[in-house]
């Protein structure tokens, strides 16, 4: 009989929690992705405006993640990324959003009401309580998927940025920039973020996640509008505070355009430490390649209360992306110690 994996908890969104999950998932059988919902564009946004929903997008890809290496897992996480194309309201849907937004009214979780972050009237309102995470639980069940996705919170919220240049005639001119895909794309350098409603009830499975987890990781993936949303969340981020777990970062390999322009490894963590100055760090893992100054890494790292590892993690392709494979091994050499 295999002996359990240490639970292990991720947080993040997008393309970066992708990563690092498709590479937890070979380390621990006891997985569970924490999920930034704050998504205003695309698909998501669109789902979140008619109907007053969570967005689902980075939720599906998690589970996407998730799904194993047999052609039972591989085929359903085609099928939940695939995205209509057409000329009508279809064009740019993604299966596993609709799936995840059915199965949310299905099971009693969209309601009439309005966004919370917008003040709009909708047809349907926030999905919110068990049934929100009951029905992830059933996309997961579905795809075969080798751990649980949650949302961070219960609503949807918007990202609101405070942006230094985001006019090029005002370059020392600080500005307030509201929702997810403004704050990526808004030209000028990104000073901190914060989130509307400013107080967002958590979800309470992630709490409780994170509160029995034997190792909780932040990153890789977009600073500002994935990694740090979770320290914003009230009760959210004295939990990741209070938790028995040790706290590991897993660094971008590069900065990312739009958001951390110029920013070195250790200004990542300058800016969390910033958001969060209550939160100590265990450990600070990034791909040996990707660290310009050493010596002034370990400097953030020791201001954290951490300890750096550097490993090979990067692709070997030259990609701006971490192998799932080395990834995996570091975070299992890193479990281990």
């Known amino acids: 009989m295999n002996t359990p994996g240490p639970q292990v908890v991720a947080l993040g969104g997008g393309h970066g929690l992708y990563g690092s999950l498709s590479a937890l998932r070979r380390v621990t059988d006891r997985l569970t992705a924490v999920v930034t919902v704050a998504d205003d564009g695309g698909s998501s946004g669109r789902l979140r405006r008619e109907l007053g929903v969570l967005p689902p997008g980075d939720l599906r890809m998690a589970?996407?993640?998730?799904?194993?290496?047999?052609?039972?897992?591989?085929?359903?996480?085609?099928?939940?990324?695939?995205?209509?194309?057409?000329?009508?309201?279809?064009?740019?849907?993604?299966?596993?959003?609709l799936l995840i937004v059915a199965l949310w009214e299905l099971l009693g979780g969209v309601q009439p009401g309005v966004d919370q972050t917008g003040g709009i009237p909708l047809v349907g309102g926030p999905a919110v309580g068990g049934s929100t995470v009951a029905g992830l639980d059933w996309v997961g069940r579905l795809l075969g998927a080798h751990g649980r996705v949650l949302p961070m919170a219960s609503v949807p919220m918007d990202i609101v940025a405070e942006v230094r240049g985001a006019d090029p005639d005002r370059p020392d001119e600080v500005t307030k920039v509201k929702g997810?895909?403004?704050?990526?794309?808004?030209?000028?350098?990104?000073?901190?973020?914060?989130?509307?409603?400013?107080?967002?009830?958590?979800?309470?499975?992630?709490?409780?996640?994170?509160?029995?987890?034997?190792?909780?990781?932040?990153?890789?993936?977009?600073?500002?509008?994935?990694?740090?949303?979770?320290?914003?969340?009230?009760?959210?981020?004295?939990?990741?505070?209070?938790?028995?777990?040790?706290?590991?970062?897993?660094?971008?390999?590069?900065?990312?355009?739009?958001?951390?322009?110029?920013?070195?490894?250790?200004?990542?963590?300058?800016?969390?430490?910033?958001?969060?100055?209550?939160?100590?760090?265990?450990?600070?893992?990034?791909?040996?390649?990707?660290?310009?100054?050493?010596?002034?890494?370990?400097?953030?790292?020791?201001?954290?209360?951490?300890?750096?590892?550097?490993?090979?993690?990067?692709?070997?392709?030259?990609?701006?992306?971490?192998?799932?494979?080395?990834?995996?091994?570091?975070?299992?050499?890193?479990?281990?110690?």
Do not use: M, Y
């Open 180 to 337: 997810q895909v403004a704050c990526a794309k808004t030209p000028g350098t990104v000073l901190s973020v914060s989130l509307v409603p400013s107080d967002p009830p958590a979800c309470p499975e992630a709490l409780e996640a994170v509160l029995d987890a034997d190792f909780v990781v932040f990153g890789p993936g977009s600073w500002f509008t994935s990694v740090l949303p979770h320290l914003k969340v009230p009760e959210l981020a004295r939990a990741l505070t209070d938790t028995r777990a040790q706290r590991i970062v897993a660094l971008n390999l590069v900065p990312q355009p739009g958001e951390t322009d110029d920013f070195s490894q250790q200004t990542h963590l300058e800016v969390l430490q910033a958001h969060a100055p209550e939160l100590r760090i265990d450990v600070v893992l990034a791909d040996r390649a990707a660290v310009d100054d050493p010596a002034a890494l370990e400097k953030a790292v020791d201001a954290l209360g951490g300890e750096l590892v550097l490993a090979d993690v990067a692709a070997p392709d030259g990609s701006p992306r971490h192998d799932p494979a080395l990834l995996a091994q570091a975070f299992a050499r890193i479990f281990a110690d």
């Open 63 to 97: 589970l996407a993640a998730l799904c194993g290496d047999d052609e039972w897992g591989q085929t359903w996480r085609d099928v939940v990324q695939h995205r209509f194309r057409s000329q009508g309201e279809l064009h740019d849907h993604a299966v596993g959003n």
